[in-house]
């Protein structure tokens, strides 16, 4: 199976939560990323969480981690528009000399008004 | 404090030509890495350099790619010769400390 998988879509209505859920394979990664693209532009780093963490909260962001499942969520509280984009689920699987980003389908965020 | 820049944002050649993309990093992140993602395909790792050395080139898909990173400041990426297959966005990143890794608009190639 994939390495990191994704759904592939999310329509949400403007002011409520969204919750992008992700599951992976490799449990070693230290790190768990999201990434956001919006259409027409690279890759924007949203939050990251530390493998011994299960949530970090920025802002209108809360991650969710459970390690035993390998499942992440990004939850976004009061979705905008502008919230509208692709989200990346990124677990980081290392070495002692390098690291890579293994990247899911992304999911395709809508917000609708 | 700009931002990891790409050259060119879109390049169209025909399969058979030579391509060079080009990556500028962040200054003062040793760290540079190349993902691609081809058609309807994840994003993948193709290598990583710490300064001008390559530390991990295990997603470079076969010997018609080719990474440089002279100096340690800016990396090219070259394909040569292009096929059809690697049609696809090139994207690059840097890092100070292997940790976060910002990344650049991409170069979306096309391979005709």
């Known amino acids: ?113 | 404090e700009a931002g990891v820049t790409q050259f060119p944002s879109h390049s169209v050649i025909e399969k058979g030509q030579t391509v060079t993309l080009r990556c500028d990093p962040i200054s003062g992140h040793d760290n540079l890495y190349w993902y691609r993602r081809v058609m309807g395909k994840e994003i993948k790792f193709l290598l990583h350099f710490v300064k001008e050395s390559k530390q991990d080139e295990s997603g470079m898909p076969n010997n018609r790619f080719l990474a440089e990173r002279t100096g340690g400041t800016y990396s090219t990426l070259k394909v040569q010769p292009a096929e059809l297959e690697d049609s696809g966005v090139y994207f690059c990143a840097s890092s100070p400390n292997r940790r976060e890794q910002y990344f650049g608009p991409g170069t979306r190639l096309t391979v005709t």
Not at chain 1, 1 to 28: M, P
Not at chain 1, 57 to 83: C, E, M, P
Not at chain 1, 90 to 109: M, V, W
């Open chain 1, 1 to 113: 199976g994939e390495d990191v998988e994704q759904s592939l879509f999310l329509s949400v209505r403007e002011g409520d939560s969204s919750v992008i859920n992700c599951t992976y394979t490799d449990s070693s990664s230290t790190y768990l990323y999201w990434y956001k693209q919006e259409p027409g532009a690279g890759l924007q780093l949203l939050t990251y969480i530390f493998s011994n963490m299960d949530m970090k909260q920025d802002q209108r962001l809360t991650v969710l981690l459970n390690k035993k499942d390998k499942h992440l969520s990004l939850r976004i509280a009061d979705t905008q528009t502008g919230d509208s984009a692709i989200y990346f689920c990124a677990p980081l699987r290392g070495s002692y000399n390098t690291d890579k980003l293994i990247f899911g389908t992304g999911t395709r965020l809508q917000v609708f008004p």
